[in-house]
């Protein structure tokens, strides 16, 4: 008897870790690298966008907090390169319409820089306690 109970809870937990592994391998990668820095001043900001939009199949090259930047009220997006193939996709994970386009054809593989503000737990759709 001890077993049979042994044989299936091997069971569910083999299924379990099999789905959810799948779960995983259905995010499709978008192409190109994203970078976030933290603009608001609030701790961590930077690393939970970069956990949501690598959840997402965004490639978050590095975060950063750069000083004196810490003050931006609204989350900023700055398309660095006008022909990425990414942009429709980070409109869609994003809640925000402050996206810009620059004109940066020297960006290499960067696609959008994200410059998070007080915001960002909105823009990033997280809910209480998510992260």
């Given amino acids: 008897m001890r077993f049979l109970l042994a044989a299936v809870c091997l069971f569910l ?5 099999e ?12 192409p190109g690298q994203i970078v976030v820095y933290n603009s608001c001043g609030i701790s961590g900001a930077a690393e939970q966008a970069r956990e949501v939009l690598r959840a997402k199949g965004f490639d ?3 975060e950063n907090d750069p ?6 009220e ?9 022909h990425w193939g990414g942009q429709e ?3 869609a994970v994003l809640d925000t319409e402050n996206f810009i386009v620059l004109l940066d054809t020297l960006s290499g593989n960067i696609g ?9 737990k909105k823009v ?3 809910k209480r306690g998510q992260l």
């Fill in 13 to 17: 937990f083999a299924c379990e870790e």
């Fill in 19 to 30: 789905s959810s592994s799948q779960d995983e391998a259905r995010v499709e990668r978008v």
């Fill in 60 to 62: 978050v090259l590095r």
């Fill in 67 to 72: 000083r004196g930047w810490q003050n931006y």
């Fill in 74 to 82: 609204e989350t900023i997006v700055a398309i660095r390169n006008p």
């Fill in 89 to 91: 996709q980070l409109k």
């Fill in 112 to 120: 959008a820089a994200v410059f998070l503000g007080k915001d960002y």
């Fill in 124 to 126: 990033l759709k997280i």
